[in-house]
């Protein structure tokens, strides 16, 4: 299967099941869930399945401090947190951004999960990470990196593995699209390698949530084609993508990251009120507010199968009150 260690931080397999309701209530495809919200490590999420790869590898170099970065609310920083503090090992957070007056969400639990944390203002994207790595080595300490999101070839890997998993779960050739929030490209770099591994013909539709990525000087769909390609180097799988490979729809960015608008909050409440399920704003709300108005718009037929992949974030909804009540 994936021919590289990992350790066990979460709970897998993830479960996967119907959304009837919500499949009756919009009358297009039959609409199926994967639920890597409930991974399980300190309110779950899909940054769990990268960790279990990417500090396999940094355990293997004797790293005793972890660092890495995000935004305010980042997931990704909480999941790689409670990883840490389950391994025993020091974690340094570095959030975009100042530190706000009210501790919610994520970054309540980064507090309580024992992380130390750096204010990075306006350098979001973990810009400081090598002024505090090298601070942390004169202190005597070997501290690992974990890439913004987790997305490098060891965080692919948990998602190339875990479409063997759903193949073990439910008849995958019926499924015809599988869909997602796609930030970093982890995600969806892993997805289509594992595709590929598995000779898969569903496409892997990644819905972009962050407007800023596409204006970098390689396009986001040009970093996940090449991180599917070094990943399946990485182990020597013999797959290539090219650009054209990438499914990623750009539709639904709306007002940019984090910033919730009337699809989000529609796709949250409906998946609460019909099927009692959590989304979070930033992520999985815009993804499947994507969806929803693929559907309603005639994007699938109604004989497709379509799988939205969870990905998790709900503790996030908690620093979005005021928006979401609005
Ligand atoms: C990080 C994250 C994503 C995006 O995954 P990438 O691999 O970074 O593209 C989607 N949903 C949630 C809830 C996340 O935290």
């Not at 300190?42 to 769990?48: D, H, Q, S």
């Not at 991180?227 to 797959?239: P, R, V, W, Y």
């Amino acid at each position: 299967m994936i021919p590289l260690n990992k350790i066990k931080l979460g709970f897998m397999p993830t479960p996967v099941g119907i959304l009837e309701s919500l499949s009756e209530m919009l009358g297009g495809p039959e609409i199926w869930i994967k639920r890597d919200d409930l991974t399980g490590l300190a309110l779950g999420g899909n940054k769990t399945r990268k960790l279990e790869y990417i500090l396999c590898d940094a355990l293997a170099n004797a790293a005793d401090t972890i660092v890495t970065a995000g935004a305010v609310q980042s997931n990704h920083c909480r999941q790689t947190a409670a990883a840490a503090a389950q391994l025993g090992l020091e974690c340094h957070l570095v959030l975009g951004g100042n530190e706000p007056e009210n501790i919610s969400g994520n970054l309540l639990l980064d507090r309580m999960l024992g992380a130390k944390i750096h204010w990075a203002g306006s350098n979001r994207k973990g810009e400081d990470i090598p002024e505090i790595v090298s601070q942390l080595r004169q202190q005597g300490k070997n501290p690992y990196i974990v890439p913004y999101g987790g997305s490098n070839e060891f965080g692919a890997l948990g998602f190339a593995s875990a479409l063997f998993e759903l193949d073990q779960q439910m008849d995958t050739s019926k499924l015809s699209h599988i869909v997602f929030a796609s930030s970093s490209g982890g995600t969806q770099a892993g997805l289509m390698l594992g595709k590929a591994l598995l000779h898969k013909s569903y496409t892997i539709h990644g819905i972009n949530i962050d407007k800023d990525m596409s204006c970098k000087s390689k396009s986001f769909a040009q970093i996940i084609a090449d991180l599917a390609n070094s990943t399946s180097e990485k182990i020597q799988a013999g797959k290539r993508f090219e650009l054209n490979d990438v499914t990623l729809d750009s539709n639904y960015v709306g007002a940019g990251y984090g910033v919730v608008g009337d699809k989000e909050i529609e796709a949250i409440s409906m998946l609460a009120r019909q099927e009692g399920i959590l989304l979070d704003p930033v992520y999985t709300a815009r993804a499947m507010g994507g969806l929803i108005d693929m559907i309603k718009t005639g994007y699938f037929s109604k004989h497709d199968r379509v799988l939205f992949w969870h990905t998790g974030g709900a503790p996030s909804l908690f620093s979005y009150a005021r928006e979401l009540l609005s």
